[in-house]
């Protein structure tokens, strides 16, 4: 009885080794998980841009990181927000994980000027102008890299991101 006993204990007691390790490992892995997933803080810009007052959000790579640097446009749906896209996608995290500044424009009403005459914004609204301008702003005074400019868009957006590809290009 003894014996077992004292098989038993040696079991319990490599089982508190071996869970130990095991935790101590687990801890590791997250520490390093969320080091390496920290979000760049957002910097909010209200611009005047043609006749009306315009915003956007911008995430830039910490000042330990040099440039120039890519910069991504990600332009939100009809109805949405640049907000409520840097919300779904994992794009804020890019800037200190990539060193590549993410920038989150604001359609006007929610929506993008993408050259349709249908349920889109009014005919006067510049949106391929005020994203250009955001692009000169980002280029010259944030060191961005205007030979790696990329613009992505979900539906609304998507269909300005073709519009941008065919007036501004590359």
């Known amino acids: 009885y003894i014996t077992y006993l004292s098989v038993c204990l040696e079991y319990v007691l490599r089982f508190i080794i071996m869970v130990k390790s095991v935790t101590k490992f687990f801890i590791a892995i997250c520490l390093v998980l969320v080091a390496t997933s920290v979000e760049a ?3 909010r810009h209200k611009v005047r841009f043609g006749n009306y007052d315009r915003t956007y959000t911008l995430y830039a790579p910490g000042k330990k990181l040099s440039g120039p640097f890519p910069v991504l446009i990600a332009l939100h749906g009809g109805g949405g927000t640049g907000s409520s896209l840097a919300g779904k996608t994992g ?3 890019l800037p200190n994980q990539d060193g590549i500044i993410v920038v989150f424009p604001d359609g006007l009403n929610k929506r993008w000027n993408d050259g349709r005459t249908r349920g889109n914004v009014a005919g006067d609204v510049d949106d391929v102008g005020f994203i250009s301008s955001i692009i000169d702003y980002v ?3 944030l060191n961005g890299d205007r030979s790696r400019v990329y613009v992505v868009g979900h ?3 998507s269909m300005m991101t073709l519009r ?3 007036e501004i290009g590359p």
């Open 41 to 43: 803080s957002p910097i």
């Open 155 to 157: 539906s609304n957006g």
């Open 164 to 166: 941008l590809a065919c």
């Open 139 to 141: 280029t010259s005074s």
């Open 91 to 93: 794009y804020v995290a």
